[in-house]
């Protein structure tokens, strides 16, 4: 068994309103069982979340944080670790000044799933194939140093493989049951984007196809606070 | 650009003393540049980690959690969240019961970064080929659902890549500057393995060389509790 992993370069810049679906049809040879993974930065930017910020006034950026953020859960010097309207726990509400034009921030989508799925019509519409699609974004997390990316909106997939009642390679019930596979299918894209390169979508080829099915990320993978022991 | 991910089923049933690398060699063509990802699983049963218990009596299990974690973070139930010799904050101190023989539990392997070098080196003695090893394990997360494998132990590759100073494809110097490739490594592998699947061992082909470099898990992944803002 094996799963390939595709970046997609040479997506043109792309601004408020521009269909990135049919972009991603026009570049990419899609095939039904894909999963299509597109970065939360390409979406910002084609969704207008992209605003205009005085980034010498620290002030500015961090009255964006609270904006964004529901509950600030820790703060240290200029970082804020705050939950989004979307249930993220996440280093500045997601907004970001990377890979955006000069003086101007990205704030997350505001509603992820739903641009998981607009996307997913799309393709179907324009390549006549069916995927599924992920929307990711990069974060840190508690416990361990570095960031990840993660999966913020999902459409076709099950965010969360349940193996509850299934059995080991022995026979034993597994005691792991759930398994967040729309994270892992968004690190595993990451290993082909990068930070650095332009390379704002990957097509991950060969996942198993009874993953395929409904849930989104915010009802399936989102830990609801009272469930949270760290919250 | 694109990532192959490949799977390696066929491995015998595993025990202590057997020369893990060398089975892997046997069973897996191996090139250059290859990361070779295995599972906690099957390094623990080759290092003679399992241990006998007596599953019908929850106090031992909890003493056997307990003896292999050197801080309790959080219970609830028969759920213990505690940190590993290791630096690992995990559920049941990596303490698992599945996958192993009836009335044992599999612990972690006392140092997966010197397992990873040793495998990398027999590796490159029996096949002769260079590679990066990661030892792999399922870990649960504060404010998601679900697990995601992670990297426990690594040789041959950096644990983090370090992102600072370089820029962005607008040319601005990047915020998220260092990312954790071992991981999404881990988790990329665990799209082939599975849990229920007999696939202890996973080949990630075509990972940017640039990554291959020095380091290991603990010393460059694992957040110091003092840095840590949920500790």
Redesign the interface.
């Known amino acids: ?7 997609i ?1 040479g997506l043109p810049e792309v601004g408020p309103g521009d269909d990135l679906g049919g972009l991603i049809c026009q570049r990419a040879e899609l095939e039904d069982g894909d999963v299509v993974v597109v970065t939360q930065k390409v979406v910002s930017k084609a969704e207008g979340r992209v605003v205009p910020i005085d980034t010498d006034d620290p002030r500015g950026h961090k009255a964006l944080v609270e904006r964004e953020s529901v509950r600030v ?2 703060r ?1 010097g200029d970082l804020i ?1 705050s939950e989004t309207q979307h249930g ?2 996440c280093a500045n509400a997601g907004v ?7 003086g101007h921030a990205a704030l997350l989508p505001r509603d992820p799933d739903r641009t998981a799925r607009r996307i997913r019509d799309r393709i179907r519409a324009g390549a006549g194939v069916d995927v599924a699609v992920i929307v990711s974004d ?1 974060f840190g ?10 999966a913020i909106g999902s459409a076709g997939i099950s ?3 349940d ?1 509850r009642g ?5 026979g ?10 729309v ?3 968004a ?2 894209a ?3 984007m ?6 704002p979508v990957a097509v ?1 080829r060969g ?2 196809r009874a993953w395929f099915g409904e849930g989104t990320v915010r009802s ?4 609801h606070p009272s469930e ?4």
């Open positions: 068994m094996s799963v390939e992993i595709i970046g370069a859960l820790r240290r670790i993220f726990v970001d000044l990377s890979n955006v034009a000069e990069t997390r508690p416990w361990r140093c570095g960031v990840t990316d993660v965010p969360i493989l193996l299934t059995t080991d390679a022995l034993r019930e597994l005691e792991v049951t759930e398994v967040a596979i994270d892992e299918i690190a595993a990451d290993l082909v990068g930070k650095a390169r332009n390379v991950v996942v198993d399936g993978l989102v830990r949270d022991l760290f919250r």
